[in-house]
């Protein structure tokens, strides 16, 4: 192999343009609620959440409930509303985690509490949490309902896990995977399984479409984890090593504290509680991540919950929907290259 090839790099770079084309029309119609829904009298919330909605994110998590609407060829419009509270939910969320975390950019651009202050940050956050719960009550299905709903609790719980991990070196990676598992890969499996529940499949379908969600959620984050370590503001869209300075206790983090020497646990405990967390101390954390293989196999656990994100659409028949969906996990790992 040429020392030029990464590794761990895929052959082939994917993309989600399969998914994005899968669900182009959909997704047109996604939009029209989302916009019409965050128009208030008061004109600061479409203002704010405009600033947010309209900041360039991919709509990954609402054309993950058409692209698998697609994929059982459900041809009605509830799926529409549904998917739009999906992005409501999440915006709700990045609003309030920007403010817990104190974040100046979100995708390139100075975000929401930066330019309006904590407390507009929070309240719009929270009327974007009414309008989704709004817009689950007028589908009128109480298992839609109880799904979303109960995810929305499951995030914020992680959330609220997260926050009280912070700083600690200690933290097993099986108390990591929870806390992920709830603050990510809740919404995408809920977004996913959702799509059963309007064509009205069974269990079965349900449960595949659940499993495909929850590891491209998981896989997601881990890739998320180790890019801040690696990759820069142009290619994030917000500072490179911000977990770092945040005290974030990720997966990277762990696995180097686990192999360390008694002198780099010693580094790691100094850096995460705060104390020496500058660039100097930043590009020593590097050093660690790549002698210890720390993010390496971050992304080796990236690609196993891909593989099992790709195995739960294995009954599905074959055709662009499930194309679509295989490509968009593709997606997800090969980011970190």
Not at 37 to 56: D, F, K, N, T
Request: glycine share 8%; aromatic share 6%; hydrophobic share 45%.
């Amino acid at each position: 192999m040429s020392s030029n090839v990464h590794p761990l790099r895929p052959r082939a770079q994917p993309s989600i343009a399969g998914l994005l084309a899968l669900t182009a029309p959909g997704l047109t119609a996604v939009n029209h609620v989302i916009i019409d829904r965050m128009q208030s009298r008061v004109a600061l919330i479409p203002e704010l959440a405009g600033h947010l909605i309209a900041g360039g994110g991919k709509r990954l998590r609402p054309m993950l409930t058409l692209g698998c609407a697609a994929l059982l060829e459900y041809a009605g419009t509830r799926h529409h509303k549904l998917a739009a509270a999906v992005e409501f939910i999440h915006t709700a969320t990045l609003l309030h985690d920007d403010v817990v975390d104190a974040s100046g950019l979100r995708r390139g651009k100075a975000t929401a509490n930066r330019l309006w202050g904590n407390p507009a940050s929070v309240l719009v956050g929270d009327f974007l949490f009414s309008r989704s719960f709004e817009l689950m009550v007028e589908d009128g299905s109480l298992k839609v309902l109880k799904i979303l709903s109960h995810a929305s609790a499951v995030i914020a719980e992680g959330e609220v896990a997260q926050l009280t991990a912070q700083r600690d070196v200690e933290t097993t990676e099986d108390r990591y995977l929870e806390i992920i598992t709830a603050k990510t890969a809740a919404l995408f499996s809920a977004a996913c399984q959702i799509a059963a529940i309007v064509a009205e499949r069974d269990a079965a379908v349900e449960a595949a479409l659940e499993a495909y969600g929850r590891n491209l959620g998981i896989a997601f984050q881990l890739v998320d984890d180790a890019i801040d370590y690696v990759s820069d503001a142009d290619t994030m869209g917000k500072d490179a090593g911000d977990d770092f300075r945040d005290g974030k206790i990720t997966l990277p983090v762990i696995l180097a504290y686990a192999r360390g020497s008694d002198e780099e646990r010693e580094f790691w405990q100094q850096a995460m509680s705060g104390r020496a967390a500058g660039e100097a101390e930043l590009a020593r954390a590097g050093g660690l991540l790549r002698t210890t293989n720390a993010v390496a196999d971050t992304l080796a656990r990236a690609r196993h919950y891909g593989a099992r994100a790709i195995d739960a659409l294995a009954g599905f028949p074959n055709g662009p929907a499930k194309t679509a969906l295989t490509e968009t996990v593709e997606f997800a790992i090969a980011r970190a290259y």
